[in-house]
């Protein structure tokens, strides 16, 4: 049973547009949800999280919105920048130490 | 701070042979933990150590022992590689405040089992 999915593996913008990038859950158990950016060769870095009360939280140029009726998460980025091509990963985190991660998105922002 | 550490950073063995994945922090943390990253199947859980001296099993513990050896390390132990174990191999830990956001992933240790 997948309990965070990310339904698009890859996602190719212009630089300056939005990204949007999408996560989708079916454990309603979750605290928190939270996305990392995986550069090649590296290891995940947390980006930004959302706490499973609130429906926003911004930080720059990243926006998560939490949709719980509809279960679902997103990411906006904007504007895009080239060195935002990565993978994105978004995970829900319950309990004291569990996280579940999504299969990851991968951004190409195109120049 | 050199943050996480993972050794080595490439491995390659042949069925069958053993090996002990190493990381270490240098911030401190409590927890850590053990994921394995699998094309189209994100980072799963192999164990997680709450504390020095105590360990848990996560998603997918077969085939893998761990030792909290103390506070600073933690390590994962192959007994007998299976070529479904070839993976990349990620060590995370986690501090204070132990909110959700206060994990810290090392660059990761590259599997593959002949």
């Known amino acids: 049973d997948q309990q965070v999915k990310q339904n698009s593996p890859s996602l190719s913008v212009q630089e300056g547009r939005i990204s949007i990038l999408n996560c989708d859950y079916t454990?309603?158990?979750?605290?928190?949800f939270l996305w990392y950016k995986k550069y090649p060769a590296e290891g995940p870095t947390f980006l930004i999280s959302i706490s499973s009360i609130k429906d926003k939280n911004e930080d720059g140029r990243f926006t998560v919105f939490l949709n719980k009726s509809a279960k679902h998460l997103s990411l906006h980025i904007v504007p895009s920048q080239p060195g935002d091509s990565a993978v994105y990963f978004c995970?829900?985190?319950?309990?004291?130490?569990?996280?579940?991660f999504g299969t990851g998105t991968r951004l190409k922002v195109l120049a | 701070n050199a943050g996480v550490t993972q050794t080595p950073k490439f491995q390659v063995l042949k069925t069958g042979q053993s090996m002990t994945l190493q990381c270490a922090q240098d911030?401190?943390?409590?927890?850590m933990y053990w994921y394995r990253q699998d094309p189209g199947m994100g980072l799963r859980l192999i164990y997680y150590?709450?504390?020095?001296?105590?360990?848990d099993k996560g998603e997918v513990p077969n085939g893998y022992n761990v030792s909290r050896l103390n506070k600073r390390e933690f390590s994962l132990r192959l007994e007998s590689a299976a070529p479904s174990q070839t993976s990349v191999y990620f060590c995370a830990s986690r501090g204070q405040p132990l909110t959700a956001d206060t994990q810290y992933f090392g660059p990761g240790t590259r599997l593959t089992v002949l």
């Open positions: 150590s709450a504390s020095e001296g105590t360990t």
């Open positions: 454990n309603s158990m979750f605290d928190y």
């Open positions: 995970a829900g985190f319950s309990g004291t130490y569990k996280y579940i």
């Open positions: 911030m401190n943390h409590n927890s």
